[in-house]
């Protein structure tokens, strides 16, 4: 059985960085597709970034493209995402999402990934 854990959320100013980490356990990222996606009360769930771990493609959401970056340790199943100028508007409940099946590309649709986090809150004060 596949869990997702994330860790590294909290509370920052706005300005600031925080990385968050997710973890499989139970299945490997290696051969999927793992993502970040944000969700905020009353909003559906959006897509912050991705990666195949396939061959590294990523992808990010245009309201976070130059300021989020993820990164992947195959060594330790994990992958990062690192926030960097936040803003409240990235106030929100981080979740990991992946598709082990997932050979090429990164979708940015929340249907294609069957597997999620319990997800971490991330709150930007101003």
């Known amino acids: 059985q596949v869990q997702l854990v994330e860790s590294g959320g909290g509370s920052v100013q706005a300005g600031d960085s925080l990385g968050l980490s997710c973890t499989a356990s139970?299945?490997?990222?290696?051969?999927?597709?793992t993502a970040w996606f944000r969700q905020v009360p009353g909003k559906e769930r959006e897509f912050v970034g991705g990666?195949?771990?396939?061959?590294?493609?990523?992808a990010y959401g245009r309201s976070v493209e130059g300021r989020f970056t993820i990164s992947t340790d195959n060594a330790k199943n994990t992958m990062y995402l690192q926030m960097s100028s936040l803003g409240s508007e990235d106030t929100a409940v981080y979740f990991c999402?992946?598709?082990?099946?997932?050979?090429?590309?990164?979708?940015?649709?929340?249907?294609?990934?069957?597997?999620w986090g319990q997800g971490t809150q991330v709150a930007v004060s101003s």
């Open positions: 999402a992946a598709n082990f099946r997932m050979r090429v590309g990164v979708p940015r649709l929340a249907s294609y990934y069957p597997d």
């Open positions: 139970g299945r490997t990222f290696s051969r999927g597709c």
């Open positions: 990666i195949n771990w396939n061959d590294g493609d990523t």
